[in-house]
């Protein structure tokens, strides 16, 4: 007879038994890798701690979840380990969930019929992958200057979260916790690398993982009046040489489906896609 799942909170005593389950896939994983590595950790800036579930058969795991800051579950999870995350996905009044599309096919099937849940973004990316033997990386040119963000950047920073969630049909988060939003960004600088043009500012990336398994990027936007000028592809570049010198075994990053130009830059660069995501914002 099958042993019935049971489920709980991780905690610090757990770390190792669920990074080496994790690992099986780290490139598929590797954001929710991160997260567990900061179980009992001091939260970042803006951001809420860590918060993590596992489910078990017997004394095996067979399924991770993040919860906060955001809803991430891991990439070879079952049916049945999804629906054991349901009661802890239940009591949130909204949520960001991405991974893996069929595991977020399955979750989504449960919680849309439950508590009347509404998406307010529900969109496929493209998970892409760069390895140091596949990378054709690009070098400065013009006046382009690349370097680390600091906290006299934070008015482009800003500016330009907020852009880019506004492109990608997120709600505008100047109509809610202005502050709040702001102190976010803010705690996020020290990932964050940009590329100067003339002395402004004209692009932006974060490095939001960054460890020997992978580095993840996120929120790259580059100022309208700017594109078509090659700072994207120079300050991604950048972040992925950084990243190599560092000892990352890859870089990753997802694509918004429907994104050509986005989608030709990476995989100019050497981006090779490995899985297909679904994100959905819901509430």
Known sequence: MTEPLTSRHLDSDDRDEALHYLDRDAVANLFLIDQVARIGARAEPGESRCEIVGVWRGDRIVG???LRPSVVLDAHAGADAVR????YLESLSVGLVKSNAPIVDELWSHLETRRDRHAIVDRIETAYALRPEDATLVGRRNRQVRRSATR????????AA???LREEARPDPFAGDIRGFTRWVRGRIPRARVVEVAGRVAMVGYADVRRVEGWLLQGIYT?????REGLAAFGVSELCREAFAAGARHVQLAVVDGNEPATRLYEGLGFKPFAKLRTILFS
Do not use: K, M, N
């Open 84 to 87: 054991a995350f349901l009661p």
């Open 162 to 164: 907020r852009e880019s």
């Open 152 to 159: 006299s950047d934070l008015t482009e920073l800003v500016i």
């Open 223 to 227: 100022w309208p009046e700017c594109r």
């Open 64 to 66: 991770i979840a993040g």
